[in-house]
């Protein structure tokens, strides 16, 4: 597929990357490669509230648990939310010579600087039998270096002189990575890099981001009905570094109609989130994506870490209330009884915006976004699939 210019860098068909698991609902629910950009808006709430109540632990099986290491620099203008996959790149602008400095996420390293490579690729029209792109690998055998400097991965690519620009503009640097990091992919993580373009730098820093993905099935729930969800002691969410639910932001997907359903009233505190439909939600297959970020072991966020659960349930039409008889004739008398009290709810923030590294998305859409790392745009699949990313090692 040939690709197209447009403002911030080409856009082209993402190839290979991530196989998208096998999810508790059909892969129509996709849709496709879109992403879609969510804005936030306050909760629409139609309708009187249902008092069913569906309890929802967040303690996925293990292994649907995965771990990706995302390069968010190739990936401008994309938000942690409903994201299948992506034909929006952006490579990198960078000098033939110059240093790429890659700071990795908490819990990440380096095993092996000399396995990092440069592979200098023509991705818009890849011919389907052709040479291998010229490779060059930091292990001695060539002009490409690289090392960790504490904590940093620091890569320099070869000279101009070295590089088959004629040809190939774009180089593709791989890396692997390790970590005690729960579901991490084995694949190794790559940023884009555009080595011929006027408008490049000598050097260029980037920090990447550690997406993880998990999904569960929840019970069907009626419209106007909440999903009182917790988090076990035993979830792997908390080896995920995810300690509490009170900077929970919430997304509702229908996934039967491509329109955005009644945004929830979502309630929060440490420890339990009330997610309520409205009332006029249609009855259908639904996606909730729970988005919460991970820190560490004294509570502070950390940037290049995030996490977020899909929970795929049905709703079902708000049941009608039993009619109401009326008196035949006047009473004699007027009874009286005790005053009765509704039971309450965590005070409800629609959107929930965190005051520690969350913030609005510009442009409101019936959607909720989070923002995490100082404004870095993030994207996740939220559940049964992670961002459909290009493999780049073998053509």
Do not use: H
């Not at 990795?104 to 023509?122: F, Q, W, Y």
């Not at 904590?151 to 070295?162: H, K, S």
């Not at 502070?300 to 049941?319: C, G, I, K, M, N």
Request: charged share 20%.
């Amino acid at each position: 597929m040939t690709s197209s210019t447009s403002t911030g860098g080409r856009r082209r068909t993402a190839r290979g990357g991530r196989a998208a698991r096998a999810g508790v609902r059909s892969a129509s629910a996709w849709g496709g490669a879109a992403a879609l950009l969510l804005g936030s808006a306050a909760a629409a709430t139609a309708g009187t509230a249902s008092d069913e109540v569906v309890a929802v632990p967040l303690d996925p099986a293990t292994d649907v648990v995965s771990s990706l290491v995302l390069p968010v620099e190739n990936l401008p203008g994309l938000e942690l939310t409903d994201v299948v996959g992506t034909d929006a790149y952006t490579e990198v602008p960078l000098d033939p010579g110059g240093e790429v400095r890659i700071t990795l996420p908490e819990g990440l390293e380096v095993p092996d600087p000399s396995a990092v490579t440069l592979r200098m690729v023509d991705i818009d029209d890849p011919p389907i039998d052709g040479p291998e792109p010229v490779t060059f690998t930091a292990d001695g055998s060539s002009a490409l270096t690289a090392e960790v400097v504490e904590g940093v991965l620091v890569v320099v690519v070869p000279p101009e002189e070295d590089l088959p620009l004629a040809d190939e503009t774009e180089g593709v640097i791989t890396y692997p990575v390790a970590g005690d990091v729960i579901g991490l992919a084995d694949e190794e993580a790559f940023y884009d890099l555009d080595l011929g373009t006027d408008v490049a730098a000598p050097s260029v820093d980037l920090a990447p981001v550690l997406l993880t993905t998990s999904y569960l099935g929840a019970p069907a729930l009626a419209a106007g009905g909440s999903l009182e969800l917790s988090l076990p002691e035993g979830s792997p969410l908390r080896d995920a570094g995810v300690r509490s639910l009170g900077d929970v932001v919430v997304v509702l997907d229908d996934l039967d109609r491509d329109e955005a359903p009644p945004s929830p009233t979502v309630a929060a505190s440490e420890d339990a989130v009330v997610v309520s439909l409205a009332a006029s939600t249609a009855p259908g297959e639904y996606r909730a994506a729970v988005l919460l970020p991970v820190t560490d072991e004294d509570g502070t966020v950390l940037a290049q870490r995030a996490s977020a659960t899909s929970l795929y349930f049905d709703v079902t039409a708000a049941t009608s209330p039993a009619p109401t008889e009326e008196p035949t004739e006047e009473p004699t008398a007027t009874p009286t009884g005790q005053p009765t009290t509704s039971p309450t709810r965590p005070a409800t923030n629609p959107g929930l915006r965190s005051d520690t590294g969350v913030g609005d998305a510009a442009g409101g859409s019936d959607r909720d976004a989070l923002l995490v790392g100082g404004g870095a745009a993030l994207l996740a699949a939220a559940g049964a699939t992670v961002l459909a990313v290009r493999r780049r090692a073998v053509r």
